[in-house]
């Protein structure tokens, strides 16, 4: 399986300051269609996750743009240009390029 | 809209089978994938199986021997089968669909809750 890490665990943000989750892959995720196969999600507190970037780059629809992501191959990062109080919840990572598609462990994005 | 809703038992003894439904409604129910995923209490997301439109599943190598995943175009529902419970299947189960051409998965259900308890 591929293993996803991913740090910090947990990050307290002042809103309206900068957020930054990273997220590393055991292989590449890149493919020869120059796509790499990551998603990320947030789980909102008591809801079911939902989808922020799919294909390693696409912002999934109504996903504001403060919202952006970097890397290629192994290495992610998602960040958020401005933290709102509506940004707090769980980032997960997720492959999906080898079953079983995995997820990362979770980053904990709380407001300070 | 796409909304997912699911539904199934939600207390189990173990050895018992899980049995959850997902049916879709609004948008398009064809040429989408289609996932579950679980959720143990306070814990990650695990992914656990997929089913195309042809009814070709792909399973978490972890659940597979006990594992049928089924779909009912028909209906736009799609099931989960999960065989001989332990307490280590207790978790929130999710439905979910795939984006159109991609793994993401866009449209989650509200989750159910299966607790394996003697």
């Known amino acids: 399986d591929i293993v996803m890490t991913q740090s910090p665990l947990s990050l307290p943000v002042t809103p309206g300051e900068p957020a930054s989750i990273s997220c590393s892959s055991s292989?590449?995720?890149?493919?020869?269609?120059?796509?790499?196969?990551l998603e990320w999600y947030l789980q909102k507190p008591g809801q079911s996750p939902q989808l922020l970037i799919y294909?390693?780059?696409n912002r999934a629809s109504g996903v504001p743009d403060r919202f952006s992501v970097s890397g290629s191959g192994t290495d992610f990062t998602l960040k958020i240009s401005r933290v709102e109080a509506e940004d707090v919840g769980v980032y997960y990572c997720?492959?999906?390029?080898?079953?079983?598609?995995?997820f990362g462990q979770g980053t904990k994005l709380e407001i300070k | 809209q796409v909304q997912l809703q699911q539904w199934g038992a939600g207390l189990l003894k173990p050895s018992e089978t899980l049995s959850l439904t997902c049916a879709v409604f609004g948008g398009s129910f064809s040429d989408h994938y289609r996932s579950w995923i679980r959720q143990p209490p306070g814990k990650g997301l695990e992914w656990i199986g997929e089913?195309?439109?042809?009814?070709?599943?792909k399973y978490n190598p972890s659940l597979k021997s006990r594992l049928t995943i089924s779909l009912d175009m028909s209906k736009n529902q799609f099931s989960l089968k999960l065989n001989s419970v332990t307490a280590a299947d207790t978790a929130l189960y999710y439905c979910?669909?795939?984006?159109?051409?991609?793994?993401?998965?866009?449209?989650w259900g509200q989750g159910t809750l299966v607790t394996v308890s003697s």
């Open positions: 089913i195309s439109d042809g009814g070709i599943t």
């Open positions: 979910a669909r795939h984006i159109r051409g991609s793994r993401g998965l866009d449209s």
């Open positions: 997720m492959e999906s390029l080898q079953i079983p598609y995995t």
């Open positions: 292989q590449s995720l890149l493919l020869g269609n120059g796509n790499n196969y």
């Open positions: 294909l390693g780059s």
